[in-house]
Nanobody
């Protein structure tokens, strides 16, 4: 069993910063791609940023230059640094990862439970 747990969400004012973290635990042999998605009620979940096992990154156009994704493979952690936050960044943010299980030796995709980010004055 693999579990992803996010932390770091909260309420901030426009222009401020937040740091989201996600830690993976369980029967992990290897973590491949990791990513952050976000979802606003009534909308589809959208990709915010992704990072490969070898630290290749990609960002949604709306966050490029403001958000930075990074990972620490030893800690099984992915982090999203969010700067210059805007009200339109308000959403539930979800961690996502492709994980190779050391029990089944199969790769499956996993989601965290989500953390709320609210940007409002």
């Amino acid at each position: 069993q693999v579990r992803l747990v996010e932390s770091g969400g909260g309420l901030v004012q426009p222009g401020e910063s937040l740091r989201l973290s996600c830690v993976a635990s369980g029967t992990i042999f290897q973590i491949y791609g990791m990513a952050w998605y976000r979802q606003v009620p009534g909308n589809q979940r959208e990709l915010v940023a992704k990072i490969s096992h070898y630290d290749g990154t990609d960002y949604a156009h709306s966050v490029k230059g403001r958000f930075t994704i990074s990972r620490d493979n030893a800690k099984k952690m992915v982090t999203l640094e969010m700067n210059s936050l805007k009200p339109e960044d308000t959403a539930v943010y979800y961690c996502n990862a492709d994980v190779l299980s050391r029990v089944t030796m199969k790769t499956d995709n996993y989601w965290g439970q989500g953390t709320q980010v609210t940007v409002s004055s």
